[in-house]
C-alpha cells in the first residue's frame, strides 16, 4: 500500500513510527517492551509470559477482563499479545472509524492494569494449557532444546510447564514495573495518519500514565557454541524424523550480505521447483522442508528443517549437502538468479498489501535496533544481487565453524550420527 513514514520521538523517552496509509480503511497499533524472559531466573521463567496474559485485562476502568474485552471488540476490533524471549509485544487493529476510541482503550491497559490474583490464577491456568499444547508441536520442542544447546536464552515448554508454580503474582507485579517504562516503549502506529490525527497521538502517548525509566534495555550478549555431537530427542511415538541443521555467523550479517542470503534461501527451499525441496520432491523422498535466516544482537542463524522417513533421511542430506555445494562453487546460472530475484519482487510486492502487512514490513527490525527500512528502495536492492555475493554470502556463513544438528524421532542413533557425518564437509570450505 502507498504510505509514508515518520519517525516520532516523545518526551518520555518512548519513540515509534507512524505510517501514514491515506487509502487505508484500518488502523493497527503495534507496542513493543523490551521484556522477555530473558530478564527473569529460569525457576520464573514464565513470569513474563503470565503477564502479558494479565495486561489486556481489568484495569482502571475495567473491573474485569472480560468487560473490557467486551468494550474493546464491540465494533470487531482485535487485540493480542505475545511474549519472546526478548520482547513482549502488543498488537490492535480496529476500523478506521473508532480509532481513537481504540488507542485510548489500549494505552489505557498497558499503563493502568490491576493485575487481580482470581485473574492471575486463572491465567496461570490458561498458560499452563498453552504450554501442554505447544509441548506436542515436535518441531517447537526440538528447535527450543536445541537452542537452548547452543546457549541461548530459552526453555523448552516441558520446562517452562515444571517452573510455572514457582512464580507468584508479586513477580508479575514487579516485572511489569521494572520493565513497562516509557522509555522502553517503541511502537509502530499504520493507518489514514493525516497531521492532525498525528498531533493527536502525539498527545496520547505523551500522557501515558508510565514511569520515564532509563532508556531502551539491552539486548543480552549471545554467542552460540557449536555442537561436536548432535543433539537427539528419542520418542518412540514419532516414526519420522524431526531435523534441524543450523549454521551460525559470528556477526549480524549486513543488508547486502542478508539480501543475497534470502535469494539463495529461496533458490534452495522456498518453492516446490526449489533445488533442494523441489529435487527431493521429485525423487518422493520429502513432503515439505523449509529453511530461513535468523538474528540475534551478536550472530546470524541459517537453518534448515523438515520431517522425513528414516529410510529416506540419507538421500536428503545428500542433496542438500551437494545443492550447497553447488553454491560454494558458483553453479549458478544468470537464469537461476533472475528467477531468485523475480520471486522475491512478488513476494515483496504482496507482504505490503494490508495495514497489517505494511507495518510488519518495518516491526521486526524498528523493534529489534531502532533501524528504519526503506520499503521503496528494496526492490532495487534485490535487483543489485549479484552471483558473487550470493557465494560469498553462502560462504560466509559456513566461514566461523559454528554449527549443530537436531533430530527427534524414535529412529536408530547410529543414523542420526550417519546424518552428522553427512553434514560436516560443508564447514571444510
Not at 49 to 63: P, Q, R, S, T, V
Not at 113 to 137: C, H, I, Q, W, Y
Not at 162 to 190: G, P, Q, W
Not at 380 to 405: E, Y
Request: charged share 25%.
Amino acid at each position: 500500500m502507498k504510505h509514508k513514514v515518520s519517525e516520532l520521538i516523545l518526551d518520555n523517552g518512548a519513540k515509534g513510527l507512524l505510517i501514514h496509509i491515506p487509502s487505508a480503511s484500518v488502523m493497527s497499533f503495534d507496542f513493543d517492551f523490551r521484556a522477555g524472559e530473558y530478564l527473569v531466573s529460569r525457576d520464573k521463567w514464565e513470569t513474563p509470559h503470565i503477564m502479558e496474559h494479565l495486561l489486556l485485562g481489568a484495569n482502571e476502568k475495567f473491573a474485569r477482563s472480560r468487560a473490557f474485552q467486551a468494550e474493546f471488540e464491540k465494533n470487531g476490533a482485535y487485540c493480542n499479545a505475545s511474549t519472546s524471549s526478548y520482547d513482549i509485544s502488543y498488537e490492535a487493529e480496529c476500523a478506521d472509524f473508532e480509532w481513537k476510541r481504540i488507542l485510548d482503550l489500549f494505552t489505557l491497559a498497558i499503563s493502568k492494569p490491576l493485575f487481580l490474583d482470581e485473574e492471575f490464577k486463572a491465567e496461570v491456568g490458561n498458560v499452563r494449557e498453552e504450554l501442554t499444547a505447544r509441548s506436542n508441536n515436535h518441531f517447537r520442542h526440538l528447535s527450543l532444546a536445541l537452542r537452548e544447546s547452543y546457549g541461548f536464552a530459552v526453555l523448552t515448554d516441558q520446562q517452562r510447564l515444571l517452573n510455572m508454580e514457582n512464580v507468584l503474582l508479586d513477580d508479575v507485579k514487579e516485572h511489569y514495573h521494572r520493565t513497562h517504562t516509557a522509555s522502553n516503549l517503541r511502537f509502530i502506529i499504520a493507518g489514514k495518519l493525516p497531521e492532525a490525527r498525528r498531533n493527536h497521538v502525539k498527545k496520547i502517548l505523551e500522557s501515558l500514565n508510565l514511569p520515564a525509566g532509563g532508556g531502551r534495555t539491552p539486548l543480552p550478549a549471545e554467542m552460540p557454541r557449536r555442537l561436536d555431537r548432535p543433539l537427539y530427542i528419542h520418542n518412540e511415538t514419532v516414526e519420522n524424523l524431526y531435523f534441524y541443521a543450523d549454521t551460525f555467523a559470528a556477526k549480524r550479517l549486513d543488508d547486502h550480505e542478508l539480501d543475497a542470503l534470502s535469494l539463495i534461501n529461496s533458490m534452495l527451499t522456498e518453492t516446490l521447483y526449489s533445488r533442494i525441496l523441489g529435487t527431493a520432491r521429485e525423487h518422493g523422498l520429502v513432503y515439505s522442508m523449509s529453511s530461513n535466516l535468523t538474528h540475534t544482537k551478536d550472530s546470524t542463524n541459517w537453518w534448515f528443517g523438515a520431517q522425513v522417513r528414516p529410510d529416506n533421511a540419507p538421500a536428503l542430506f545428500k542433496i542438500m549437502v551437494g545443492e550447497l555445494q553447488r553454491v560454494f562453487s558458483g553453479d549458478i546460472t544468470n537464469k537461476d538468479l533472475a528467477a531468485a530475484k523475480q520471486y522475491a519482487l512478488g513476494r515483496h510486492q504482496r507482504s505490503g498489501q494490508t495495514v497489517g502487512g505494511t507495518a510488519a514490513g518495518y516491526s521486526g527490525r524498528y523493534f529489534f535496533d531502532e533501524t528504519i527500512d526503506d520499503y521503496y528502495k528494496i526492490p532495487a536492492r534485490i535487483k543489485a544481487v549479484t552471483k558473487q555475493a550470493l557465494m560469498s554470502s553462502t560462504k560466509r556463513m559456513f566461514k566461523d565453524q559454528i554449527w549443530g544438528m537436531g533430530v527427534l524421532g524414535a529412529g536408530d542413533p547410529k543414523l542420526v550420527n550417519k546424518l552428522h557425518r553427512q553434514l560436516k564437509p560443508l564447514w571444510d570450505i
